[in-house]
């Protein structure tokens, strides 16, 4: 089994621990503290958009989970799912679809043709502009594992989303070595209409950068090196700054650790995920990245961080937000790190000029807690520029903790959201949003797209953001 399959083992335990309990929930009461910070949330609409069978490559529908697969124009809401080829060899063996969601409810636009990706495809959109999808079809005979691929950006009328397709191929420093396993990260200027592409050379790990110009030009802008092999990235692009935060992913460096977790999993796979990076470019027409800074670390626990979201404010600071573990797993916090709390933290970090000028914890895990205890999590800004988030975890609903998902706005100063649970009949465990990174416009209308408790379900649903005393 490929490494990656392994991942997905690792995030689905972690995202989907008490998926299990399904319960409708009171967020339709408004919390006093929430008032104060001047908005609560409805649940206008919880549906089905399609079934996912599995495609045993490794990447399943939220692989992509730096970039966006939802984005939003006005009331149309546009999405990229992957659909499993029947008997087509492993492992590029899926294709894109593109859905699109009107007042109707959901159409299927178009698909591939061929079943050629291993991954899904993020989305990106210009506000009253094109729809686009970041495409990484394999360029080698279906069966071949690890092949090269050729990265492309899909362009879509969305006057005429099943018509014609216009194919972009984005510049790229020289030197390339693209695989099925691109650890791409996409984003969107929607204002300015620009696109940013990032692609991981397989063999060096350099994350290679193409940009798109508001006329239309590619230009390849050089790549960016990590202390360490580094995935998954969030991509940001605004007022032509340019953001990246992503996670170490490399093999277990230490080596009685190694053993450890062998004779307890019997698991020859074992990438860990312990060194949060983040570099950018004040002007990317301009100016080359500047060179990573560690955000975060738990390398001397054994821990696990799990980066999650990132916005740019209009100052050009990054806002990051993330998960962090201290101790991975429990056998090795008790031999190396005995009485020592297994907490997860729900971590909000802002970045101005490369350095940071604000850290909070947002929420904790703790041992007999009767507040909020996080698993995943996204920002949303909503049409007046405040960052809300939304998480999923457990809290106490009816004097009984169960999962669920919460949102909440964060305060200015110190202070922590209030986090208020959403009614959902059916609550994610992992879930991409409509951000302003795939160039949806900052919106009061949060729309949601993943996985629940009714796997192997795709859920939509939308939520209002709304201002106290409306």
């Known amino acids: 089994m490929n490494y990656c399959l392994k991942i997905v083992n690792i995030v689905c335990a972690a995202f989907y621990f008490n998926c299990c309990l399904s319960t409708v929930s009171n967020a339709g009461t408004e919390d006093s503290q929430q008032h104060e910070q001047g908005h609560h949330y409805t649940v206008e609409i919880e ?35 992957i659909e499993t080829g029947k008997d087509v060899p492993l492992l590029c063996n899926t294709r894109w679809q593109l859905w699109h969601r009107t007042s109707d409810g959901w159409r299927l636009e178009q698909s591939e043709k061929a079943y050629r990706q291993r991954e899904p495809c993020p989305i990106a959109v210009f506000q009253e502009g094109p729809v686009f999808l970041s495409a990484n079809p394999s360029t080698k005979p279906a069966g071949v594992q690890y092949g090269q691929c050729k990265p492309l950006v899909l362009e879509f009328d969305r006057e005429n989303l099943s018509g014609k397709v216009t194919t972009h191929t984005p510049a790229w420093a020289d030197g390339t070595y693209f695989t099925d396993h691109s650890y791409r990260g996409f984003a969107a200027d929607g204002v300015n209409g620009e696109l940013l592409l990032l692609n991981i050379n397989a063999k060096t790990s350099e994350q290679f ?74 002007n990317i027409r301009t100016t080359g990245f500047a060179e990573p800074v560690e955000i975060d670390t738990v390398e001397e626990t054994g821990g696990y961080i799990r980066n999650l979201d990132m916005h740019i404010d209009a100052t050009g600071a990054a806002h990051l937000l993330y998960t962090k573990q201290p101790h991975q797993y429990a056998f090795i916090r008790d031999k190396y790190f005995p009485g020592q709390d297994m907490t997860i933290n729900l971590e909000y970090v802002v970045v101005k000029n490369g350095k940071v000028v604000s850290e909070r914890t947002l929420a904790q895990s703790l041992k007999d807690s009767t507040g909020f205890e996080p698993s995943f999590a996204r920002f949303h800004i909503s049409s007046d520029g405040k960052i809300h988030v939304i998480a999923a975890g457990t809290g106490i609903d009816k004097g009984k903790r169960t999962f669920g998902n919460y949102v909440g706005r964060i305060p200015a100063g110190k202070g922590k959201p209030v986090f208020e649970r959403i009614g959902l009949k059916h609550p994610f465990g992992s879930f991409f949003t409509n951000t302003p990174r795939g160039g949806s416009k900052p919106s009061d209308v949060i729309d949601l797209f993943g996985i629940a408790d009714d796997n192997p379900n795709l859920r939509y649903a939308r939520i209002r953001v709304v201002p106290s005393g409306e």
């Open 209 to 282: 950068v193409s940009y798109r110009d508001s006329n239309g030009r590619w230009h390849q802008k050089g790549t960016i090196e990590f202390p360490i092999r580094s995935c998954y990235p969030q991509v940001s692009l605004r007022d032509g700054s340019a953001h990246v935060m992503a996670i170490g992913d490399i093999v277990e460096p230490v080596e009685e650790w190694r053993k450890l977790k062998f004779e307890k999993t019997n698991r020859k796979w074992d990438y860990v995920f312990r060194r949060l990076f983040y570099t950018y470019t004040d």
């Open 47 to 81: 549906e089905i958009v399609t079934r996912y069978t599995p495609a045993n490559n490794g990447a399943g529908p939220m692989w992509c989970y730096g970039s966006t697969v939802i984005a939003r124009q006005g009331k149309d809401v546009y999405l990229s799912t």
